[in-house]
C-alpha cells in the first residue's frame, strides 16, 4: 500500500509538473511573441525593406498587388539576408500580420516567380493558417522546456547522487530522477506527436496556398520558383530557423525525423501534371552592388493596394466576383487562370490609382515619422480658417514646421480621389512607431479632431482606416469574437450604420429612406434610422456590435452598402471612402 501510495504521489507530481512546465512555457513564449509577425521576422533576424534599393521595391510593389487580388490587409514587409530561396507570413491576424522574404529569393526568382511565393504567403493570411501556427509556436516550446528541464533534474541528481551514502537520501534522490527523466520522455513524445500533427496539417495547407498563388496572381510563376528551389538544395541558416520552420514557403531545414513541408515534387506534379521531373538550377538575376543595403537608409514601407470603388459600376463588380480558393485534394486540377481576369484587372487598377499618388507623398508615406505629418495635415479643416489656425497650433508645439508645411501645401493640391490610397500608404509604416510614439501619435489626432466640437464624416472614416487596424496591431484593443451569425440580433445596428451612409449621400431623409428601403428590401428586420437619431457614438456603436458577426453576414452589409452608395447611378471618393472604411472596421480588407 506505501509503495502504491508512493508511487501514485510521483505520478501525480511528475503529471503536474509537466502540465504546469507546459502552460508556463507556453505563456512565455506567448508574451514573447504576441501573436506579432513582426516579432518573427526580428526572431530570425530580418530586417525592414528599404525603399530605397529597387530590389526590394519591387517586393513592395508585388506584395500591393497581391494584397489586392487576395483581398487581404497588407503585411509589414522584411528582408531576411540569407542566400536561399524562401519566405514565410506569420501573426495571428491580418493587422499584426508580417511577410519575410529572403535574399535569395530576391537574387534569383524573377518576378512572376517572386509573384507566386509572395501570393502563397497571402493565400496563407487569407485562410487564417497562421493563427494555428503562432499558437503550435507556443505549445511546442511548452513542450521542450519540459524536455529541457527533466533533462536538467536527471543530470542534476545523477551528480548529486555521488558521494552519498544514506538510504532515505538514496531513495529521494532516485524519485527525483526518476521524475526527470519522466518528464524529459513526456517533453520528447509530446514533441514527435506534435510535429506528427504539425506536419500532416502543414502539408495539406501548403498544397491549398499553392493552388491559391496562382489564382491569386493569375499565373503559374509558382511553378518557377519551386523548380528553382529544387534546385539550388539551399536551406535556410537563419538562428531560430528551426523553431519557425513551418511557417516558410519551403524547406527550411534539414529534419531528421518529419518533413515539414510536401515533397517538391509532389507541389510542382500537381500544378502541372505533366511536368518532367527536371528542376532549375537557379542564375543570379542581380548584381551584388543590387543588393547592397546601406543600414542608415533602412526604412519600411510595407505599403498597400487599394481597389478604389469609383462611378463604374463594372469595378465594384470586379472586385466582388475575386474567387475564394477551394481545399485541393490529391485529384486537384490546376485553377483555371482565365477565371482571374478579375483580379488581374484589379491590380492594374490599383497600380494606376496609386500611381496617381504624387511620388513625393509616396516617399514620404513609407517613413513613419513623415506618415504621421500626413495623417495631421490631412485633419486639418479647409472650409473653417479658424479651427484650421487652431490646428495648426496644435501641430506647431509638436512637429519640425517646416518638413510638416512641404507635406500639408502638398496635400492641399492633390485629388479628393487619391486620398484614401495616401492613407493606406501609410498605414504599414505607422506599424513601425513605438508603442509611446504610436499613442503620441494618436493624442495629437484626436486633439485636431475634437479641435471643433464635432466629427466629420472625413475624421469618423479615418478612425477605421487608420487607428482601428493600428491599435490591434498596438495591442491596444483585441480583434472582436465572432458573437452573431444571424443578420436579426444586430438588425438595429446594420440599420444604424447603412442608414448613415445612405443620408450622407442624399442629405435628406425622405429620399435617403426611400433608396434605403429599395436596397434592403429582401430585409424585413432592417429599418431606416432618421438622421437625428444617428449620432457619433450611435454609428461607433453600431459598428463595435455588427463586428461581431461571421464574415458572411459582414460581407452581406458590404454588398448592402454598396448598393446603397450606387442608388444615385455613381459613387463618389468621399462615398468610397466610406465603404472603405466600413470594410476595415469588419476586418475585411479592400474592395
Known amino acids: 500500500d506505501l509503495y502504491m501510495q508512493t508511487s501514485f504521489g510521483v505520478s501525480a507530481l511528475i503529471v503536474g509538473a509537466a502540465a504546469l512546465t507546459l502552460w508556463l512555457g507556453a505563456c512565455y513564449m506567448k508574451s514573447k511573441v504576441g501573436g506579432h509577425g513582426s516579432a518573427v521576422a526580428k526572431a530570425l533576424g530580418a530586417r525592414n525593406v528599404t525603399p530605397s534599393n529597387p530590389i526590394e521595391k519591387r517586393l513592395l510593389n508585388i506584395v500591393e498587388e497581391i494584397a489586392l487580388a487576395s483581398r487581404v490587409l497588407p503585411p509589414s514587409v522584411y528582408v531576411l539576408d540569407d542566400e536561399s530561396i524562401n519566405a514565410l507570413a506569420a501573426g495571428e491576424s491580418p493587422q499584426k500580420a508580417a511577410i519575410v522574404v529572403t535574399s535569395g529569393a530576391l537574387r534569383y526568382l524573377n518576378r512572376d516567380e517572386l509573384q507566386g511565393v509572395i501570393a502563397h504567403e497571402f493565400s496563407h493570411i487569407y485562410n487564417n493558417d497562421m493563427k494555428f501556427n503562432m499558437r503550435m509556436i507556443s505549445l511546442i516550446f511548452g513542450i521542450e522546456v519540459i524536455s529541457m528541464i527533466g533533462e536538467l533534474v536527471f543530470r542534476f541528481t545523477k551528480d548529486d547522487s555521488r558521494g552519498y551514502s544514506g538510504k532515505d537520501r538514496g531513495n529521494a534522490i532516485a524519485y527525483i530522477a526518476l521524475a526527470g527523466a519522466a518528464l524529459f520522455i513526456i517533453g520528447f513524445a509530446g514533441k514527435i506527436c506534435a510535429s506528427i500533427i504539425k506536419a500532416a496539417v502543414n502539408r495539406q495547407r501548403e498544397f491549398l496556398a499553392d493552388a491559391s498563388a496562382m489564382q491569386f496572381s493569375g499565373h ?167 479651427v484650421a489656425s487652431r490646428q495648426h497650433k496644435i501641430i506647431a508645439t509638436r512637429v519640425y514646421p517646416d518638413g510638416f508645411e512641404k507635406i500639408a501645401t502638398a496635400i492641399n493640391s492633390l485629388k479628393r480621389e487619391s486620398v484614401v490610397h495616401l492613407i493606406f500608404l501609410c498605414v504599414p509604416a505607422l506599424k513601425n512607431l513605438t508603442i509611446d510614439q504610436y499613442k503620441h501619435f494618436r493624442e495629437v489626432a484626436d486633439l485636431l479632431i475634437e479641435e471643433d466640437g464635432k466629427v466629420s464624416l472625413f475624421e469618423f472614416n479615418l478612425k477605421y482606416l487608420v487607428f482601428y487596424p493600428l491599435d490591434i496591431a498596438f495591442d491596444l484593443r483585441k480583434p472582436p469574437k465572432i458573437v452573431y451569425n444571424a443578420i436579426e440580433p444586430i438588425a438595429k445596428e446594420i440599420s444604424v450604420a447603412l442608414s448613415a451612409i445612405v443620408y450622407d449621400q442624399y442629405q435628406n431623409d425622405e429620399k435617403a429612406g426611400s433608396a434605403f428601403d429599395n436596397v434592403c428590401k429582401t430585409i424585413n428586420a432592417l429599418e431606416y434610422v432618421p438622421s437625428n437619431k444617428i449620432l457619433t457614438q450611435t454609428l461607433e456603436r453600431a459598428y463595435d456590435r455588427i463586428q461581431q458577426s461571421n464574415d458572411e453576414i459582414k460581407q452581406h452589409i458590404i454588398d448592402l452598402a454598396i448598393a446603397s452608395v450606387k442608388s444615385d447611378g455613381a459613387i463618389s471618393p468621399e462615398e468610397a471612402e466610406t465603404i472603405h472604411a466600413l470594410r476595415s472596421a469588419l476586418g475585411l480588407g479592400y474592395m
Open 220 to 386: 503559374d510563376g509558382i511553378i518557377g520558383a519551386l523548380k528553382k528551389i529544387g534546385g539550388s538544395h539551399s536551406l535556410v541558416k537563419a538562428p531560430y530557423a528551426s523553431a519557425f520552420s513551418y511557417f516558410f514557403f519551403a524547406q527550411a531545414i534539414k529534419s531528421r525525423l518529419f518533413a515539414t513541408h510536401p515533397p517538391l515534387k509532389e507541389r510542382i506534379k500537381r500544378l502541372e501534371p505533366r511536368w518532367g521531373g527536371e528542376f532549375i538550377t537557379p542564375k543570379s538575376l542581380m548584381r551584388d552592388e543590387d543588393l547592397i543595403v546601406k543600414p542608415a537608409k533602412t526604412k519600411i514601407i510595407p505599403t498597400a493596394t487599394i481597389a478604389m470603388a469609383t462611378a463604374s459600376a463594372a469595378i465594384v463588380a470586379a472586385g466582388k466576383n475575386v474567387i475564394k480558393p477551394k481545399e485541393p485534394n490529391a485529384t486537384s486540377e490546376v485553377p483555371n487562370l482565365a477565371a482571374n481576369t478579375n483580379a488581374i484587372d484589379l491590380i492594374n487598377i490599383a497600380t494606376a490609382d496609386i500611381e496617381a499618388v504624387p511620388e513625393y507623398l509616396r516617399e514620404q508615406a513609407a517613413d513613419p515619422l513623415a506618415a504621421r505629418w500626413i495623417i495631421y495635415a490631412l485633419l486639418i479643416d479647409r472650409v473653417d480658417r479658424a
